[in-house]
């Protein structure tokens, strides 16, 4: 029977060189997957190349989801159009183009109404409490005109005046906001008893915070309940 040759230290060593030891393989390999997570995570942060398709699919899954004025879904097709002209050397004057004729048709085909989005956001914002200027400071802020705030906020002082029991009919609808604030934040009467005096500047600065006058805050902390709750039917009943 043959005898297997015995191996000396040199001929050790010279496998040792070509051969991972230990945990070395799985090093390796840990390594490579690290490296190509990092590239399909590079890949999926790449922005997106623009494309007229690619505009209106975009702009169709946004307002599914949200409501939007014109000017807002226009700022956020720019943000896309300006990654794309950095990532891909997009025309711009092209992409331009695009975006235009996609808002065209969104208007078109009635997912973008700004008339319907000022009365609505407007509506919303007054339920919740927030005095009328505060609501025309934040129309303006998402681009709706002047003209179309004017009109939304009108409206929406004829829906409350109509809303509201006889006894606060011609009532400034801006006390019917701060009782509204009030009660969501649990200011004045709707405090307990026992700490009601000891909150009262601090209630009063918090409809102060929100754009209400002194005059205003004054009535609404120091009016009883079943007062409030004849100027929140304005509120109550739109």
Do not use: H
Not at 61 to 83: Q, V
Not at 121 to 143: N, P, Q
Request: glycine share 6%; charged share 35%.
């Amino acid at each position: 029977m043959t005898q297997k040759q015995r191996q000396g230290p040199e001929t050790l060593e010279s496998d040792g060189e070509n051969k991972p030891v230990g945990n070395a393989r799985f090093s390796t390999s840990n390594r490579k997957n690290t490296q190509n997570a990092k590239d399909k995570q590079r890949e999926a942060n790449r922005p997106r190349r623009v494309t007229r398709d690619y505009l209106m699919n975009y702009a169709t899954w946004y307002l599914e989801r949200f409501a939007a004025s014109r000017a807002r879904l226009e700022k956020l097709m720019r943000g896309k159009i300006r990654l794309s002209v950095a990532e891909y050397g997009t025309d711009p004057e092209e992409a331009e183009n695009w975006m235009k004729s996609v808002l065209s048709t969104c208007e078109k085909a009635g997912f973008i109404n700004d008339d319907a989005y000022a009365k609505g956001r407007a509506r919303s914002l007054f339920r919740k409490g927030k005095a009328m200027r505060v609501i025309a400071a934040d129309l303006s802020s998402r681009g709706i005109a002047s003209d179309q705030i004017d009109t939304a906020l009108k409206d929406l002082k004829a829906e409350a005046e109509q809303a509201a029991y006889d006894e606060v009919r011609g009532t400034d609808p801006n006390i019917a906001a701060a009782a509204a604030y009030a009660r969501r934040r649990r200011l004045g009467p709707w405090r307990r008893p026992d700490i009601r005096d000891e909150k009262r500047e601090k209630d009063m600065a918090a409809l102060a915070r929100q754009g209400f006058g002194y005059d205003t805050a004054t009535r609404i902390i120091n009016s009883d309940l079943d007062e409030l709750n004849d100027l929140l039917s304005m509120i109550d009943g739109i």
